[in-house]
């Protein structure tokens, strides 16, 4: 079972948090583990807002193992609001409704069931803002 | 530190071989490059191989090799860095020869990737690409090119008919390579009409995962003179990372691992770009090739495009790229890649590339990435 793989990281997927910079401001997603020579505390949760702009998009034809199912199925890069870039899939339009710069924004939806006895796994993609 | 000289290659054609295991592929490229020389001479054998662990077909292929070669007994390990292995298993060899701890090492690179299904392949491939932050998203490594290449046209104002003149090239070159898997020419009009597997990304831009093997012996100053009539020199050799993930970087189209590899291999080589006679890069789309070219500086950003379309890249060319048919023609080995080039560039510095010939060629480079560039591994190949 995959279960504590998704589970540790269940802030980010269900909610979009990453951290921001106690002393900076910098906002960064997903998160990361302290540094070597980082203080333990220069970074705290911060919840994003959720909304971006497609930078890049693609349409998955050929799918990995576990997506067949979803396939074809969009693909995107998302600039979010904050700064940080973002991979995950677009939901909820159509395969040519997409252009670079389209404003989006997040929504939580199942990524893949790990099989008939196994998790679903839910998270974050994106759909146009209406 | 010593120099270091390549004095054999070997190489199976790559390809769909239902009939063969990994391992006999692997001692067929071996024993080629071998030629007379006895295995036992070998003193370390570096096995590169991206995908035969999480493919389920063999971990510890080093000591898989060892045995299938006769040789079992002796300092056998494998590297994994993705469609980088080839590279970087290399440079390990090249490290240990330099140092003088041992005199001759063998270098192999083996992928056995058509045992399963399309979509577990692509599972395993995206694995190079961030497991918990891409992968799970269902991103595959061609689609990320993908949406590299929209962004590039985006940027810069080029149509996706203006990329064929790289997949023309390298199959145009593919006939003259007897281990090629396409040995045949194919057209713009082609490449245009072509299905999409990843839009704007179309089939005759995608390279088709293959088996094969490759071989390199490597071999200390002294020794490469007894041994081998032809010896080429590795003058330089230079590896370095990038984020794993594409979504981590400041400039998305920027390759800094490429960047930073091609000018510290060049600095170690004493040489500029306008030195480098052939080169080959990872090249499973012509995105992936323009921006090599543009982050190793043979190329200005925005550029790649227009100067493959102007004839830089074929063989007559300022810059030719692919002779051995790159990973569209030749079929895409995987971890094995970064052998197969070297193995190529070899024959074009011996003057034994056929009708990819390059004239006159002596200083050629070879290069090869980890999925997105995560990994890059930089090596100058010089005839002395």
């Given amino acids: 079972m995959d279960l504590a793989k998704h589970w540790r990281i269940r802030h980010a997927r269900y909610r979009l948090e990453g951290q921001r910079h106690r002393t900076t401001g910098e906002v960064r997603f997903p998160p990361a583990p302290l540094r070597p020579g980082e203080a333990h505390d220069s970074w705290e949760p911060y919840v994003l807002s959720g909304r971006g702009r497609v930078y890049?998009?693609?349409?998955?034809?050929?799918?990995?193992?576990?997506?067949?199912?979803?396939?074809?199925?969009?693909?995107?890069?998302?600039?979010?609001?904050?700064?940080?870039?973002?991979?995950?899939?677009?939901?909820?339009?159509?395969?040519?409704?997409?252009?670079?710069?389209?404003?989006?924004?997040?929504?939580?939806?199942?990524?893949?069931?790990?099989?008939p006895t196994g998790?679903?796994?839910?998270?974050?993609?994106?759909?146009?803002?209406? | 530190?010593?120099?270091?000289?390549?004095?054999?290659?070997?190489?199976?054609?790559?390809?769909?071989?239902?009939?063969?295991?990994?391992?006999?592929?692997?001692?067929?490229?071996?024993?080629?490059?071998?030629?007379?020389?006895?295995?036992?001479?070998?003193?370390?054998?570096?096995?590169?191989?991206?995908?035969?662990?999480?493919?389920?077909?063999?971990?510890?292929?080093?000591?898989?090799?060892?045995?299938?070669?006769?040789?079992?007994?002796?300092?056998?390990?494998?590297?994994?860095?993705?469609?980088?292995?080839?590279?970087?298993?290399?440079?390990?060899?090249?490290?240990a020869v330099a140092s003088g701890i041992v005199d001759l090492v063998a270098v192999v690179g083996v992928e056995k990737t058509t045992d399963v299904l399309d979509a577990r392949r692509e599972r395993a491939l995206a694995l190079a690409g961030d497991a918990e932050w891409e992968a799970i998203h269902g991103v595959t490594t061609t689609a990320l090119w993908a949406m590299l290449m929209r962004r590039y046209m985006h940027n810069y104002g080029y149509g996706i008919e203006d990329f064929a003149p790289f997949p023309?090239?390298?199959?145009?070159?593919?006939?003259?390579?007897?281990?090629?898997?396409?040995?045949?020419?194919?057209?713009a009009d082609k490449v245009r009409s072509a299905p999409m597997v990843a839009e704007p990304l179309g089939l005759l831009d995608c390279s088709t995962a293959a088996d094969g093997a490759a071989a390199l012996l490597i071999a200390s100053e002294g020794l490469a003179r007894d041994v081998s009539a032809a010896p080429v020199r590795v003058a330089a050799s230079a590896v370095a990372t990038d984020t794993l993930a594409l979504h981590s970087r400041h400039d998305p189209l920027w390759l800094s691992a490429v960047a930073h590899s091609t000018a510290t291999a060049l600095r170690a080589a004493r040489m500029t770009h306008r030195d480098i006679q052939v080169l080959d890069v990872t090249d499973p789309h012509s995105i992936t090739a323009a921006l090599v070219l543009e982050a190793g500086g043979f190329a200005e950003r925005g550029a790649a495009v227009a100067l493959a379309r102007d004839g830089a890249i074929t063989?007559?060319?300022?810059?030719?790229?692919?002779t051995g048919g790159g990973c569209k023609a030749r079929g895409d080995a995987v971890g094995a890649?970064?052998?197969?080039?070297?193995?190529?560039?070899?024959?074009?510095?011996?003057?034994?590339?056929?009708?990819?010939?390059?004239?006159?060629?002596?200083?050629?480079?070879?290069?090869?990435?980890g999925g997105i560039g995560a990994t890059a591994a930089t090596h100058i190949l010089t005839m002395e």
């Fill in chain 1, 119 to 130: 998790l679903i796994v839910y998270g974050y993609k994106f759909r146009p803002v209406v």
């Fill in chain 2, 337 to 369: 890649n970064g052998i197969y080039q070297v193995v190529e560039l070899v024959a074009q510095l011996r003057g034994q590339a056929g009708a990819a010939q390059v004239a006159g060629a002596s200083v050629a480079l070879a290069q090869c990435i």
């Fill in chain 1, 56 to 115: 890049s998009f693609s349409i998955v034809r050929q799918p990995p193992e576990g997506y067949d199912e979803q396939a074809p199925y969009l693909i995107a890069l998302v600039r979010l609001e904050e700064g940080p870039l973002v991979t995950a899939q677009l939901t909820d339009c159509d395969l040519d409704q997409v252009t670079i710069d389209m404003p989006v924004e997040m929504v939580t939806r199942k990524l893949r069931a790990l099989g």
């Fill in chain 2, 168 to 187: 023309v090239n390298a199959h145009a070159n593919g006939v003259a390579n007897p281990n090629a898997m396409y040995r045949f020419a194919i057209t």
């Fill in chain 2, 1 to 95: 530190m010593r120099n270091v000289y390549i004095v054999g290659t070997g190489a199976t054609p790559v390809g769909e071989h239902w009939d063969r295991s990994a391992a006999s592929l692997a001692v067929e490229a071996l024993a080629a490059a071998l030629g007379d020389i006895p295995a036992s001479r070998v003193g370390a054998l570096y096995v590169a191989s991206a995908l035969n662990g999480s493919l389920e077909v063999q971990s510890q292929v080093g000591p898989m090799v060892a045995t299938a070669a006769g040789i079992s007994g002796i300092e056998a390990v494998s590297i994994e860095a993705g469609t980088a292995s080839g590279g970087v298993a290399l440079r390990q060899a090249c490290l």
């Fill in chain 2, 315 to 322: 063989p007559k060319g300022a810059l030719p790229l692919a």
